[in-house]
């Protein structure tokens, strides 16, 4: 596939250490950016320096990473290597070449979605935490009432803020809701932290990354539809259709 052709400036790109990628057993971890400018001649694609949180993210020169492309038809990938930084008035830039070709990605469960969505959580306990990854069964009579944002989606997991504090490793029964089809649908979701860290300018409350466990009934299925469909609502309002 032709990335000249696919992909736009301002489109939304995700990138991974080529790296992590090579260690899939570990935690996924992806900075947030956009393309800034296309040169075919020069076979050079130019990305924002992501952010995350208040710190700018600098990509080092001769790495290489994943691209995922969030493109007007779906979610495209390639592999680039960073070949130079520069400055335009003030903007951070980095200056990669591509070293394969655009592929549409398949995995799905990895398609992120920045967001503002309110939850409820709670720690399961040793007891619950045994019977759920030996049984993959909840307490029908414990609810969870630790309010929570969260801040990130994907069908593979959520980053969230809470004033809560939770243990990393340990398993959280969260709940949230999401419209589908038309519907309030509610999802309950059993959550493994994988990380925890501050909140900038909020040290009462803890961001929290998790991977979900179990999923069931066509729930990642449904999750992946939501983000897809909110892309889609952006993209529209932004190209003005």
Do not use: W
Not at 55 to 75: D, N, P, Q, T
Not at 103 to 114: A, C, I, V
Not at 186 to 198: F, G, H, Q, S
């Amino acid at each position: 596939m032709d990335l000249y052709e696919i992909v736009r400036p301002g489109d939304r790109v995700d990138i991974e250490r080529s790296s992590d990628k090579d260690n899939p057993g570990g935690e996924k971890h992806y900075y947030i950016t956009k393309v800034y400018d296309m040169d075919e001649d020069e076979d050079e694609i130019e990305i924002l320096m992501p952010m995350e949180k208040t710190r700018m993210i600098v990509l080092s020169v001769g790495e290489e990473y994943e691209l995922y492309f969030y493109a007007g038809k779906g979610i495209y990938t390639c592999t680039a290597e960073v070949t130079s930084r520069r400055n335009d008035s003030g903007i951070a830039i980095a200056v990669l070449e591509p070293l394969t070709e655009l592929s549409r990605h398949q995995r799905r469960e990895y398609f992120r979605y920045d967001c503002v969505i309110g939850m409820t959580a709670r720690a399961l306990g040793p007891d619950e935490t045994r019977l759920y990854e030996t049984h993959k069964e909840l307490d029908p009579l414990r609810e969870p009432q630790d309010k929570g944002v969260i801040v990130d989606l994907s069908g593979g997991g959520i980053r969230f803020v809470s004033a809560e504090s939770y243990a990393v490793g340990g398993l959280l029964h969260c709940r949230f809701i999401l419209p589908i089809k038309g519907q309030m649908n509610t999802y309950n979701e059993v959550l493994r932290i994988l990380a925890e860290d501050t909140v900038a300018n909020n040290p009462s409350n803890r961001e929290y990354r998790g991977q979900f466990l179990g999923m069931v009934n066509g729930d990642r299925e449904d999750i992946i539809r939501y983000i897809f469909d909110e892309e889609r609502k952006m993209r529209a309002k932004i190209s003005g259709h």
